[in-house]
């Protein structure tokens, strides 16, 4: 009977290993003491795309420390989209052309770090400075770029002075009210 019951407590746990998710990579330990600094909505012709939020221990517009930005999204959208969507606001933002082995590099690596969205999946990114970046997906590691380049060109996206949408900067850097996405 005992050898039963041991068998049947395996079998469970084993069952139970098999189907649980796995082990969650948290990035708060990268952003030590990490308080939300702002949040907003970014919408396209209407539609919610998602909710993003900033949080550091300190102030991001400096670039000398950590910090992650966390994207809860509303809508579908595909891995090329996201990467291509990217890409194009690294384009745009940079002073001088990037060179093409460059932005291959990069495309690789956001192709290896992001996924397929839908509604209610999270996108953490994390940059390192002086180290790079990390990307986590619904609070699992995916990717670590060690490019600090391809990590300030990336963030620089919401936070770049010139960014697209100048009103969500504002109220990521907490400059702004911040009403939405709270």
């Known amino acids: 009977m005992r050898s039963t019951v041991t068998a049947l407590n395996l079998f469970v746990l084993a069952v139970a290993l098999a189907v649980m998710p796995p082990a969650v990579a948290d990035w708060r330990p990268a952003v030590p003491e990490a308080r939300s600094v702002g949040s907003g909505e970014f ?3 209407g539609l919610r795309v998602y909710t ?17 930005l966390d994207l809860l999204y509303h809508r579908r959208l595909s891995r090329e989209a996201l990467v291509q969507a990217s890409l194009d606001e690294m384009r745009r933002l940079s002073d001088r052309p990037l060179p093409e082995a460059t932005l291959e590099r990069w495309e690789q690596a956001m192709n290896e770090a992001f996924v397929d969205v839908r509604p ?3 996108i953490t990114g994390v940059y390192l400075p002086g180290q790079g970046s990390r990307f986590y997906v619904d609070g699992q590691l995916r990717r670590e770029i060690a490019d600090p380049a391809f990590a300030r060109a990336f963030f620089a996206i919401w936070l770049d002075p010139r960014a697209r949408d100048p009103e969500l900067r504002q109220r990521l850097l907490g400059l702004a009210g911040n009403d939405q996405g709270d």
């Not at 517009?61 to 992650?68: H, L, R, T």
């Open 120 to 122: 209610g999946m999270r």
């Open 43 to 45: 919408t396209w012709f």
């Open 52 to 68: 993003a939020r900033l949080w550091s221990a300190g102030s991001p517009q400096g670039w000398s420390e950590p910090f992650a």
